[in-house]
């Protein structure tokens, strides 16, 4: 690569990189649809013909930064749903409150359900697999707690944020207790014996942590 090739990554980098950081600044400050790419321009010191030089709207700038958390959540993805730890060393629910830089995106109406869908699409293969292999659950059955699990996260973690909320470890004691009673009901041997033959013996890997799970 040439010196004039690496110069020029190097400034598409960092125009990307300032556009991004500026579209989240306004984030902070409206909801996502009233920001502009006027505004970004102005913020950014730069000319509409640069930003549309690297993307073709504001959508298009969202993109890019759901994108920069997916390759960021990789490693805690492996946490975020899991069944068979006691406990995460880095979880979903605390990298959300960790992570300033996005937690405009989190609370943005528009924003938080592709977001959502952007890191279930990333692990929802694997927990609802897990998940029906260690109970009678159907695939939609499943699905369903998934779901039901991610939206619970983002739900309670849009409210600590907006109040300010310094006691989430106490918060989320208490929601771990309300999902692992939950999720022992459907991960007992006796109710999959019930319904094996008599030589049948199932094991099941160690019980899921409801710590482990709203992530």
Request: charged share 25%; proline share 2%.
């Amino acid at each position: 690569m040439s010196e004039k090739t690496r110069k020029q990554d190097r400034r598409t980098r960092y125009t990307r990189q300032t556009i991004k950081e500026t579209f989240l600044e306004l984030l902070k400050q409206k909801n996502f649809t009233k920001i502009t790419v006027t505004e970004i321009c102005k913020i950014s010191e730069i000319n509409r013909g640069t930003f549309y030089l690297h993307y073709y709207d504001i959508h298009d700038v969202l993109e890019d930064i759901l994108n920069d958390i997916a390759q960021d959540l990789k490693t805690t993805v492996e946490h975020l749903f899991c069944p068979n730890q006691k406990s995460c060393s880095y979880p979903f629910c605390q990298k959300i409150q960790m992570e300033t830089k996005y937690r405009s995106l989190f609370l943005d109406d528009t924003i938080a359900p592709i977001l959502l869908e952007k890191i279930a699409a990333n692990t929802k293969e694997g927990y609802v697999t897990w998940l029906m292999s260690h109970s009678l659950l159907t695939f939609e059955q499943a699905e369903s707690v998934f779901y039901f699990q991610m939206n619970g996260c983002l739900s309670i973690n849009r409210l600590m944020l907006r109040n300010h909320c310094n006691d989430w470890k106490q918060i989320q004691t208490t929601i771990d207790k309300f999902i692992k009673a939950g999720l022992e009901s459907f991960l007992i041997h006796d109710q999959r014996e019930e319904n094996a033959s008599d030589n049948f013996c199932s094991k099941i890997s160690p019980t899921v942590t409801a710590s482990s799970t709203l992530r």
